[in-house]
């Protein structure tokens, strides 16, 4: 047997507030027959100002607790994935550390956009494996409402806020992450980013994005960093019982299965429901697919994740 990451629990959470296309046609040029036919998303919850990325970030880690059976205090690494952090620093996986209770732990935020979440479990993975964690959990969690520029019909429609989380657990086993592949290609960054920052505007700046450009290049990178996840693990495609994607578009997602040769009714989809809520999208929608059912113990999963930089990867585990 291997000494692997298995995935112990996991959970999620989402803002109170739930808007419709039809409610934010209300407030920005546009209409829900455009977004419904380009992405595929209806609805998005937007944080109200009591909830922020550290508040949601901890109600996921602790269903993700609970769902494991776990104490608080048996954790010693949390790792969170996120672009929006509530302060510049200190790291918010510290203040979800205090909410949850844990006075002592190793906690640090990947910024990694909307494949922060690949990025974070991989890092959570290895530390595991290399014996400097043994219970850690690995959170993806944002508040984009706060950086949209809500003039611009481009890319305000897009996002949605929200958190997933998942505990992993020290096993001897053979389920658990068999492998991850992560990518970076910083020539890409005027394609996808935002447009202030701490050294250099002094402020949060708003998300800027040339969509058309991001899509083309999706669609390719996470076809082939599946591939090279896959052969790493030593499975071929049709060993997959689900992809749990990104949910960035709805025709994203399609493409991609396609380029994989895998049927529809393979991926987990939760986009009309969420948006794009970066990093927090692909442990939302694992959470949302074992909950309902969907996905069961011992299916292999694959999950995979392209944002800004560009940044993008991909994980192979058996659930
Ligand atoms: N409502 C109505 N019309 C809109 C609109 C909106 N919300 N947003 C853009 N439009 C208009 C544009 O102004 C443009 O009008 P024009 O032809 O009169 O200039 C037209 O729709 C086409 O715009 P374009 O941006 O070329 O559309 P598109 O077919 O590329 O679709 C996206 C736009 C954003 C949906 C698509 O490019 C996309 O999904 N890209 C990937 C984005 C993504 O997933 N990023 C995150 C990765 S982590």
Redesign the pocket.
């Known amino acids: 047997m291997t000494m692997r990451s298995a995935i112990l629990g996991t959970g999620s959470a989402l803002p109170a507030r739930r808007v419709s296309n039809d409610e934010l046609a209300e407030t920005?040029?546009?209409?829900d027959e455009?977004?419904v036919e380009?992405?595929g998303i209806r609805f998005r919850h937007i944080a109200g100002e009591d909830e922020t990325t550290a508040s949601l970030g901890t109600a996921a880690a602790q269903k993700a607790l609970d769902d494991a059976g776990l104490d608080a205090g048996e954790i010693d690494l949390i790792v969170l994935a996120t672009s929006t952090p509530d302060q510049t620093f200190p790291a918010s996986a510290t203040i979800i550390q205090t909410n949850l209770g844990i006075d002592d732990c190793v906690a640090f935020d990947v910024q990694a956009?909307?494949s922060g979440f690949l990025y974070a479990l991989s890092v959570a993975d290895n530390m595991i494996r290399g014996g400097s964690a043994r219970k850690a959990i690995v959170i993806g969690s944002e508040t984009f409402s706060r950086i949209l520029d809500w003039e611009d019909?481009?890319?305000c429609?897009?996002f949605g806020d929200g958190a997933g989380a998942v505990v992993l657990g020290a096993e001897e086993s053979e389920r658990g992450i068999l492998s991850s592949k992560l990518h970076a290609d910083g020539r890409h960054n005027q394609l996808?980013y935002v447009d202030g920052g701490p050294s250099t505007t002094g402020t949060v700046g708003k998300l800027r994005?040339k969509?058309?450009e991001?899509?083309r290049h999706?669609v390719v990178n996470l076809a082939s960093v599946l591939h090279e996840a896959l052969d790493e693990a030593g499975l071929a495609t049709a060993d997959i019982d689900w992809i749990v994607p990104?949910q960035?578009?709805r025709?994203?997602l399609d493409a991609t299965a396609k380029k994989l040769g895998l049927p529809a009714d393979k991926v987990v989809i939760t986009v009309d429901q969420h948006a794009?809520t970066?990093a927090a999208s692909v442990p939302l929608a694992l959470d949302t697919a074992i909950r309902d059912g969907r996905i069961k113990r011992g299916d292999v999963l694959a999950l995979e994740a392209?944002?800004?930089g560009f940044t993008w990867g991909a994980s192979i585990v058996r659930y």
């Open positions: 920005v040029d546009t209409s455009w977004i380009r992405t956009v909307c019909r481009g890319t429609v897009l996808l994005m969509g058309r991001v899509f999706a990104h960035a578009n025709r994203i794009n970066s392209m944002g800004g």
